[in-house]
Each structure stands twice: as C-alpha cells, then as structure tokens.
C-alpha cells in the first residue's frame, strides 16, 4: 500500500465515500490538487491534515463530487432525441429516466423537450436519479443561476421560448410547475441498487468517464436491465459500451452515442 492508498482507504472507510468505484488518475488529480491548495507535498502529511481538519474533509469531498451538468449539455445530441420521442410517441405513454442526473438539469431538460415536441403532460414520466442526497435536494428545487461562468439563458437556448417552461428574474431561473411536475427524483445507486422496470429512455451521461472499467459494467447492467425491448440508450458522446454489452444494442446515432436495445 502506499501513502496516496491510504488516503483513499480512509477517504473510502471514514469519510464515505466509494474512491474504490473512481478511476486512480481522475482521484490522483483531485487529490493533488486539494494538496497544492493546502502546501502539502507528501500524501502522509495530508491524511495527518485530514484527520485534524473537519474543514479540509468537507473540501475534498466537495472536491471529488462530480456534479458537473447543464442544460441541454451537447444540443446535437438533444436534437436527434426529438426523433427518438416522436417515434416513443407513436407507441404510447412513456417512461424516461435520467440517471446520474446531478443537480437536476438533464432530467429537466428531458421534460422540456417532451412538451416542445408536442407530448401531453399526461403521456410521459422522467425519473431522475443519483446516487448524492445533496444535488438532489437543489434538484428538487429547480432554482438555478446564471454566473460569470454559467449562463442559463444560453443553455436553454435549444427550447424556442424557453420563458415557457422556465420563470425568470435576472439571473435566476426557476423550473415552472407544468415541468417540475412530471420529474420525481429519488435517491438510487447505480452499482448496488435494483433496476428500474419497463424503462423506454434512458439518459447515463457523463458518468462513465469518472468511474473505473470494473464498475462499469454494472452500472451498465443495472440500465440494460431497466431498459424494455426495443428502448433506448444514451450515454456520454465520449463514453463507450463495453464490450461485453455490445451484442445487446443496435446504435441509432454512433457519434451521438445513442443505442437501442435488441431482441
Ligand atoms: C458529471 S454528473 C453527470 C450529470 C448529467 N448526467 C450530465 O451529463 O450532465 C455525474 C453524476 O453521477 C453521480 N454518481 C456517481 N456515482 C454514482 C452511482 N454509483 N450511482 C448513481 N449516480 C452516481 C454523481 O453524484 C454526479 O451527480
């Protein structure tokens, strides 16, 4: 074991959270980076300045969340979804799911598009799921606020007339009801939690970049087996199947990274 080992285990086994689920070098560079932050060179220094500081516990863990999200993140890949909900369309009542939703952006999104494209209120659900307690409760509350770094308005900008779905007062946009309604978020693990059942879409992005290929694939398992026959998939356009699930997916859009479940 060395050092930086350490730190994860007690990261893992005090602090709780699943550094055995991340990919090294993505907790190498979080961890260095909160060490710089702190003067520390050597990790042995900094689990001693973890131990004794409550303060720098909260920073790193703060550090190591990946909640990183957006409206509409990649809007080519939203548009072809209109194609994918009108053909859902045609089948009946449908069941979206947003997992990994972070602070509730995606599933959001999902929602916007549905009634853009025309769906009734009644004729689709999105669930949306993550595996952190706290984004979903600024989820929930569907407030969010343009920054020197982050403008909303432009996110929204693949909706027409997104005043339609989103109340604004300078630069804080509050998700309106008619959308917040059809979104239930709740609390699920991707690698220990059961699937969902009967699911037509479901959108796992940007999640698998962070994660390591041995958890992976149960993450991936636990879609597949959400997903019904004939539904689909999409995950992160710099993200990829692993192999062992290749067989059970036809891609509709390859770059977009967009699958359908076979037979
Ligand atoms: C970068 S965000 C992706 C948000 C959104 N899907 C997007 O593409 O913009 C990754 C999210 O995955 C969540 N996450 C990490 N491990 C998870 C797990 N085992 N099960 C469910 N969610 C998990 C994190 O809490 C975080 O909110």
């Known amino acids: 074991m060395t050092a930086f080992d350490d730190v994860l285990t007690y990261v893992e086994e005090e602090l709780g959270f699943a550094t055995s689920h991340y990919d090294s070098s993505y907790l190498d560079r979080r961890v260095s980076s909160r060490m710089r932050r702190t003067d520390v060179t050597e990790h042995e220094e ?17 550090a190591l ?9 990649n809007p080519d890949v939203w548009k072809e979804l209109r194609g994918v909900l009108d053909a859902l369309a045609e089948d009946g009542s449908m069941k979206l799911w947003s997992a990994a939703c972070s602070d509730g952006r995606e599933p959001y999104s999902m929602a916007m598009l549905a009634l853009d494209q025309g769906l009734s209120p009644r004729d689709f659900e999105v669930i949306a799921t993550d595996i952190d307690e706290e984004v979903l409760e600024v989820a929930r509350e569907g407030v969010y606020h343009s920054t020197r770094t982050t403008d909303i308005g432009e996110q929204l900008g693949p909706i027409d007339d997104y005043e339609r779905f989103v109340e604004q007062e300078e630069d804080r946009f509050v998700v309106a009801d008619q959308v917040r309604d059809r979104v239930e978020f709740e ?18 992005r940007n999640l698998f970049i962070y994660i390591n290929a041995e958890h992976k694939l149960p993450m991936l398992r636990t879609i597949t087996r959400s997903l019904r026959i004939g539904g689909y998939l999409v995950i992160g356009k710099t993200e990829t199947l692993p192999e062992e699930l290749k ?17």
């Open 65 to 73: 969340s990946v909640n990183v999200t957006s409206f509409f993140r």
């Open 187 to 204: 609390q699920h693990d991707l690698i220990n939690d059961a699937p969902k059942q009967d699911v037509d879409l479901v959108s796992c």
């Open 247 to 263: 067989a059970e997916y036809q891609a509709v859009d390859k770059r977009l990274r967009i699958y359908k479940k076979c037979e």
């Open 46 to 62: 900094y689990l001693d300045l973890l131990r004794d500081d409550v303060g720098e516990r909260e920073r790193l863990l703060d």
